[in-house]
């Protein structure tokens, strides 16, 4: 029982603190006008997120700038083209952009879980949609060996 409690005493104290992981992406209009796209994760697993769109780059860098966000991991999927911003919600709208852009139009679309999957298949693809925070490729090292195939 002591060599247990000793064990739980030396991982707890090797324990390093975690640091948040905040992602900005940037995002502009045919006029120059700059928009970012911000998430903040958190927790062992980055678990944890709150996401938002502003024109400030910083926005919700801490947890305590939570008003406004939305709060949840994958919260929509995005496309920005010509100037617009269409974002994608699963099955309801729960995040509304609380700033005003001068030549960036947001629209807000409701999809059913099946669209919704779909659509998150063409996530990272070169079809301009993305995912919050933006997922990028992970590229193995060519020597890697290859998984099992069943």
Request: proline share 5%; net charge positive.
């Amino acid at each position: 029982m002591k060599k247990i409690i000793l064990i739980c005493l030396c991982l707890l104290a090797c324990k390093t603190p975690l640091s948040d992981s905040f992602n900005s992406r940037e995002l502009i209009s045919s006029k120059g006008e700059k928009i970012y796209i911000n998430s903040l994760n958190w927790g062992v697993t980055d678990d944890h997120q709150i996401a938002c769109i502003s024109k400030n780059p910083d926005r919700i860098k801490n947890r305590e700038d939570t008003v406004g966000t939305a709060k949840g991991l994958d919260p929509f999927i995005y496309l920005f083209r010509s100037d617009s911003l269409k974002l994608f919600f699963r099955n309801e709208i729960f995040y509304r952009v609380n700033e005003h852009f001068n030549t960036i139009n947001v629209s807000y679309n409701v999809l059913s879980a099946k669209k919704y999957n779909e659509l998150r298949q063409k996530v990272g693809k070169d079809q301009g949609y993305y995912s919050v925070p933006m997922k990028a490729e992970i590229v193995l090292p060519s020597d890697m060996p290859k998984p099992a195939s069943n």
